[in-house]
């Protein structure tokens, strides 16, 4: 089976640091990859981490441990925008993304 | 970059008749592309992986006579919600990716609002 897990909720400050964490436990791994979503919107990509260690994008940054079946996404300088639902999504075969349930990360001034 | 455009936006069809929803990659080709449905607040659930020039896979739960999916270009896969119900109500979106790409880049369209009534 595929399961991955994540928080549901995060609250923050602006300007502070959060970290969402998703675990993943699926039948084929070809990388972890996160998305940002607001309400009513598409999905938008954000990272992609096929080999263990961090990737940075500006103020987002992603991690990955294969051996741990464990990744996190790091958000950084956190502003009122980034408001939004979270999702971890393990790219089980070329193309197939499995997703998790999400995380609601709500930004508060 | 890369777009995939999804039509209708936004649908409104009375129940038991059937709806269809385009997915259209406008700058590439796309030999596969994917069907998800999400419900408020929930997660994005795969519906099936659609092959053009074949039939779709479907994830285990989903119905293939309902939500039927068809690919005939590779620029164009359709996803037809046949005998619709309120509880079909959802949004239904569609990535595809890109023939020349190594897998790792996904693109999503804008997403279908489909109300039941």
């Known amino acids: 089976g595929q399961s991955l897990e994540q928080p549901s909720e995060v609250t923050a400050v602006e300007g502070a640091i959060v970290q969402i964490n998703c675990t993943y436990q699926?039948?084929?791994?070809?990388?972890l990859s996160w998305y940002q979503q607001h309400d009513g919107g598409a999905p938008t990509f954000l990272s992609y981490n096929g080999l263990d260690g961090l990737e940075e994008t500006g103020r987002f940054s992603s991690f990955l441990s294969r051996s741990d079946s464990y990744g996190y996404l790091l958000l950084q300088e956190l502003q009122m925008k980034d408001s939004a639902s979270y999702f971890c999504?393990?790219?089980?075969?070329?193309?197939?993304?499995?997703f998790g349930q999400g995380t609601t990360l709500q930004v508060k001034p | 970059g890369a777009v995939v455009s999804q039509h209708p936006s936004w649908v409104i069809c009375k129940s038991g008749t059937s709806v269809k929803i385009e997915c259209r990659s406008l700058d590439f080709q796309a030999t596969t592309m994917f069907w998800y449905r999400q419900f408020p607040k929930q997660s994005l659930m795969l519906m099936a992986t659609s092959n053009e020039g074949s039939k779709a896979t479907y994830e285990q739960g989903v119905e293939k006579d309902k939500f039927l999916i068809n690919h005939a270009s590779l620029t164009l896969s359709t996803l037809t919600v046949t005998s619709a119900h309120p509880e079909d109500s959802s949004f239904y979106i569609c990535?595809?990716?890109?023939?020349?790409?190594?897998?790792?880049?996904?693109?999503f369209g804008e997403g279908s609002w489909l109300t039941v009534v």
């Open positions: 699926t039948s084929g791994f070809y990388g």
């Open positions: 999504a393990v790219r089980a075969d070329t193309g197939k993304l499995i």
């Open positions: 990535s595809a990716r890109r023939m020349q790409d190594s897998g790792n880049t996904i693109y």
